[in-house]
């Protein structure tokens, strides 16, 4: 406890100047942070909400068109670690010719598919690489652990939000309910 | 409040005021992102099969692919796409060449692909030649002034068209010797520094074959090597130290020796039990001696002592090294490397195979044998030399137009051949290479290649097994540029022409197909990598002809006068750049050399006598000079190396070739003489001497593995 405190005086003392300006290479390596600031912020798990291209209803989705979150757009989800943000192509599967007159649909059609350019996501949920933990979603999905449990209620959400914090407490609450191994090796590797 | 919530509190707070005054946008908001072509899944890699590109071994490689994002332009603006990328090679376990390994210049061969400095678009001269002043044009324009050039050179109808190809046996240099011959022009030529001509030619007249040997060291008890420095650079190094490390350790109670003859100490001299200094251009004096020894006919006046005076080796050695080569057997004798870069080359190669064939090593169990291979010589090209000659002279066909694919032949040709300035006479010049280097800025016209991991590629390995194979491989990931394969654009070109080239196969990729065989056997090689092609059509490995040496040469003649110039200047094969070729890729910049640990440099190996007797300490700048050029290097103070012998790396001094490799070091191929072996006319690149001098303290350029790299040092 005592080296943390330290650690976050020393990062105050320089923060102030370190971030009005671009990151500047110190002559001191090191491979976690770009400036001070972002060594505070990532101290108290703060991080920024990103904006995204559109406000894309995932409820519209979910619960009027009924598509499955693991069959249309993240079905990397079931193969792999990530689950994958679909691209404008696959927007465009369906609105090719359905709500053709909606002004957001427009956008994403004009600007983004024609364009030959994708839509720049955001992320919202995902670990940093200084936390040193691997995760896998096609291991959870097999076990029938719901998308709900980490993500929250995002079939009701417009925009994905943020709701559950995934810290190692979350993670391993669950793992021990279910008897899944908390090894530490199981994420961290 | 305690003094540890307070400390917390002001962190708080603090932290929310620096977290305020920072905006963080993410960068993917500031940068486009392109659709991607393929449809990926995130996280999963999948293992292709590919082929290495670096020398001409024709190892498998396995390269694993993932999703990633990469930096490209598309329609001429710059962004990101996501897209199947490859991010490691490895090697390919089931090729009998590679065996599951791949060694150091087959790792980095990837950094070939993401190089900051690749040439991205096709590139038309504006400025003089060498400036290396370029335009961009577009694929269409470029094609068509090729055509419209092509055109003209086959009005004229003299065999106007040359080319300068890749070394190695491979479906592409077909095309390329295909494309000359339908279109009438020159066979194409394959130039090599390091090239092993002069071996194959000895073995062509000792065995029949024109081909370097497959040597079996994993069954062999003794391995007595002439300069070949087998485990580092030389032929199918993978293949060989995958065989000596069974030879030395794989069998339990029987490790097999390792005796090294040679002036300057290899990597494989280090690794082995023995290492005999002898005077240079005498080995294939020692490998008769030994043959005589052995009871060999006809070498009676090879006795110990005739052989000490002549080689320097003392008699008493020479009768122990026999006796152990007569006492453990199966042994094979090796040559290769410096004592065939002699004017005397042919002869001490085939001394070498006559003490194979005293040691009964020829075609047996842990001896030589051949790689049963399709002989199919395309016609007897004329050497790089001719040819800058003719150009200069204008005798012969005049070249109007000269294809270069990827090699750089004024970097590895002595001054004394003039090829650049052969280059500056002919008229237009095409490079198809993937990098700008001290050729390709003669040329006029630049259609960057793929690169191997974007493009069909295959290798047909002449030696590393006894199987006789075609490593082949299609895209490891789609092209990253604006590039095309070459392959494509000769057969496009050749569809363009006013009179189309008749009899070229529809696509490379039909060519490889014809290349292996039925579709059983590309079924076969598109799955592992790799397949046997035997029976069709291929030369067996039986052996015929004399092993006696009969060539002219007996002893070596060496450039410059011994009391002007003192030493017996010995260019080496660099483990991390071989020829020069691979100088561009920083990894193997930063890869310390095994035996002097330097790296990003260039040095001149001494031996401690001799340095001591000039007054030159370790990294001091020397000056090197033969009859035909100087340069300087700092010196690097080595046991290693026999008194009379200056030894130097090849691979850098490069004038132009990327941000790596432009004006670092000095290159060794600048002094040398153009003497050749007469008669192969191979090159004789260990046949020259030189006069060193000490010039300067030392300055930094002689960088070694733990010390600081100079251009960290504050100051500097």
């Known amino acids: ?189 | 409040m305690d003094r540890r919530s307070f400390i917390k509190l002001t962190a708080v707070t603090g932290g929310a005021t620096a977290i305020a005054a920072c905006s963080t946008s993410s960068p993917e908001n500031q940068l486009i992102r392109f659709v991607p072509d393929e449809d990926l899944t995130p996280g999963i890699a999948e293992l292709k099969n590919g082929v290495c590109p670096i020398c001409r071994a024709g190892c498998g490689t396995t390269v694993r692919v993932m999703q990633g994002d990469a930096e490209v332009v598309r329609n001429g603006q710059a962004g990101v796409m996501t897209m199947s990328l490859a991010k490691k090679l490895e090697g390919n376990a089931t090729h009998p060449v590679s065996q599951g390994a791949l060694c150091p210049r087959g790792q980095a061969s990837i950094q070939v692909t993401y190089h900051p400095d690749r040439l991205v678009e096709p590139l038309k001269r504006r400025g003089a030649r060498g400036s290396g002043d370029y335009q961009p044009i577009t694929w269409d324009a470029a094609i068509a002034e090729l055509v419209s050039r092509l055109d003209t050179v086959a009005a004229s109808g003299a065999q106007g068209l040359a080319a300068l190809t890749r070394p190695g046996a491979s479906s592409r240099n077909d095309l390329m010797a295909l494309f000359l011959d339908r279109f009438g022009g020159q066979a194409p030529i394959a130039y090599e520094l390091f090239s092993d001509d002069v071996l194959r030619r000895a073995n062509l007249q000792s065995f029949g074959h024109e081909q370097v040997p497959t040597y079996d060291f994993a069954n062999a008890h003794m391995v007595i090597s002439f300069g070949a420095d087998f485990l580092g650079a030389w032929n199918s190094p993978v293949s060989q130290m995958v065989g000596y490390a069974k030879m030395r350790g794989g069998r339990p109670g029987i490790r097999g020796a390792l005796v090294q003859v040679e002036p300057r100490m290899s990597l494989t001299g280090a690794s082995a039990d023995e290492w005999v200094a002898i005077r240079p251009g005498t080995e294939g004096i020692l490998a008769l001696g030994l043959a005589n020894a052995l009871g060999a006919k006809n070498l009676g006046q090879y006795t110990p002592a005739e052989v000490e005076k002549q080689t320097g080796v003392k008699a008493a050695r020479v009768e122990r090294l026999a006796h152990m080569l007569a006492e453990r057997k199966p042994a094979v004798a090796v040559i290769a490397g410096a004592p065939l870069a002699h004017t005397n080359g042919l002869f001490q190669a085939m001394a070498v195979n006559t003490l194979n064939a005293a040691l009964g090593a020829v075609d047996a169990p842990g001896g030589l044998s051949f790689t049963p291979q399709a002989q199919a010589k395309s016609g007897a090209s004329r050497s790089l030399r001719a040819l800058a000659d003719d150009i200069l002279s204008g005798k012969g066909a005049p070249v109007q137009a000269l294809l270069i694919d990827g090699v750089n032949p004024v970097h590895t040709t002595p001054p004394g051949w003039r090829v650049k300035d052969a280059l500056a006479r002919v008229p237009y010049i095409v490079s198809f290479g993937n990098f700008a280097d001290d050729t390709s800025v003669m040329a006029d016209l630049i259609l960057p290649d793929h690169s191997f991991l974007e493009s069909w590629t295959d290798a047909r390995p002449e030696s590393g097994t006894l199987m006789p194979i075609v490593t082949v491989a299609g895209p490891a990931m789609k092209p990253l540029h604006n590039t095309r394969a070459t392959t494509d654009v000769l057969l496009d070109v050749a569809k363009k022409l006013k009179k189309p080239l008749p009899g070229l196969p529809d696509s490379f990729s039909a060519m490889l197909q014809a290349s292996v065989g039925g579709d059983e056997a590309w079924a076969t090689a598109t799955k592992q990598g790799w397949v046997d092609v035997k029976g069709s059509g291929l030369k067996g490995s039986g052996l015929k002809g004399s092993t006696s040496p009969q060539p002219s040469a007996l002893s070596p003649s060496f450039d410059g006068d011994p009391t002007q110039f003192p030493f017996h200047f010995l260019p080496f094969q660099s483990q991390a750049f071989l020829d020069g070729s691979t100088a561009h890729l920083p990894w193997l910049q930063e890869m310390p050399d095994p035996i002097s640990t330097a790296m990003w440099s260039t040095w001149a190996e001494i031996n401690p006598q001799t340095a001591s007797r000039l007054g030159i300490t370790d990294g001091d700048m020397i000056e090197i000079a033969s009859a035909h050029g100087t340069i300087h290097a700092p010196a690097l103070v080595s046991p290693g190396i026999a008194p009379d012998v200056i030894a130097m790396p090849t691979g850098q001094g490069h004038e132009t070739f990327t941000r790596y490799a432009s004006g670092r070091g000095s290159n060794p191929v600048k002094v040398l003489a153009p003497s050749v072996e007469p008669e192969t006319g191979a090159l004789a690149w260990a046949s020259t001497r030189v006069k060193i001098a000490r010039v300067g303290e030392p300055k930094g350029e002689l960088i070694r593995y733990g010390t600081a790299l100079r251009e960290f040092e504050p100051h500097r």
């Open chain 1, 1 to 189: 406890m005592r080296a943390r405190c330290w650690i976050v005086i020393l990062a105050l003392a320089a923060g102030a100047s370190a971030c009005t300006q671009a990151p500047v290479p110190a002559n001191v390596f090191t491979p976690a942070h770009a400036n001070t600031a972002s060594a505070v912020r990532d101290f108290f798990l703060i991080r920024p909400i990103g904006e995204q291209p559109i406000p894309f209803p995932h409820k519209t989705h979910v619960e009027k068109a009924m598509l499955k979150c693991t069959e249309t757009c993240h079905e990397a989800v079931t193969k792999g670690p990530n689950a994958g943000i679909p691209s404008v192509k696959t927007c465009m599967i369906c609105h090719d010719s359905i709500a053709t007159d909606r002004p957001l649909i427009m956008k994403i059609t004009n600007d983004y598919y024609k364009k030959g350019v994708d839509l720049p996501w955001q992320r919202v949920y995902g670990f940093t690489p200084e936390v040193h933990v691997r995760f896998n979603h096609a291991p959870h999905i097999r076990s029938n652990v719901d998308c709900a449990t980490c993500h929250g209620p995002i079939a009701q959400q417009t925009v994905a939000e943020r709701t559950v914090d995934h810290t190692m407490g979350f993670c391993v609450d669950c793992h021990k309910a279910r008897k899944a191994s908390n090894d530490c090796l199981t994420c961290h590797f």
